[in-house]
């Protein structure tokens, strides 16, 4: 599994005892769960980006959604163009924290079949992303 490293860091650092910290990308766009799915791919077509972290009302990081999802959800024979972002997150989670290790992340993402997992702090603010290299 290869991650995203979006600044360079010291050569001597290895794989061993690496922390989500030393890789994660920064939080990026940041949405409410009451943005229509409509509305947040044309955010995530603007920021160039394949995910939206989503927020409750009390700005706390409530999961990730990424294109794939939104696109599918658009193309079901239930959409309408009133669908929120809440209405299609599913299950919540999972989350790392900064001290995670790089291995224990990689089992979260295996384990959930996903490509990016939040990094959020102890108060559930969302402060970046753990991506898959593309």
Same mark, same amino acid.
């Given at each position: 599994?290869?991650?995203?490293?979006?600044?360079?860091?010291?050569?001597?650092?290895?794989?061993?005892?690496?922390?989500?910290?030393?890789?994660?990308?920064?939080?990026?766009?940041?949405?409410?769960?009451?943005?229509?799915?409509?509305?947040?791919?044309?955010? @995530?077509?603007?920021?160039?980006?394949?995910?939206?972290?989503?927020?409750?009302?009390?700005?706390?990081?409530?999961?990730?959604?990424?294109?794939?999802?939104?696109?599918?959800?658009?193309?079901?024979?239930?959409?309408?163009?009133?669908?929120?972002?809440?209405?299609?997150?599913?299950?919540?989670?999972?989350?790392?924290?900064?001290?995670?290790? @790089?291995?224990?992340?990689?089992?979260?993402?295996?384990?959930?079949?996903?490509?990016?997992?939040?990094?959020?702090?102890?108060?559930?603010?969302?402060?970046?992303?753990?991506?898959?290299?593309?």
């Amino acid at each position: 599994m290869t991650l995203v490293q979006m600044q360079p860091r010291p050569t001597e650092a290895t794989a061993v005892g690496r922390t989500v910290a030393d890789a994660m990308e920064t939080a990026g766009p940041q949405v409410y769960d009451d943005m229509t799915v409509e509305v947040a791919l044309s955010v @995530m077509a603007s920021a160039r980006t394949g995910h939206l972290l989503v927020c409750d009302t009390g700005s706390l990081c409530i999961g990730l959604v990424n294109h794939a999802r939104l696109a599918a959800v658009r193309a079901s024979a239930a959409y309408s163009d009133r669908v929120q972002l809440r209405d299609v997150l599913g299950d919540r989670g999972p989350f790392a924290s900064p001290a995670t290790t @790089m291995a224990e992340a990689g089992h979260m993402m295996r384990h959930r079949d996903i490509d990016a997992l939040p990094v959020v702090d102890e108060h559930g603010s969302a402060l970046g992303v753990l991506a898959l290299a593309r």
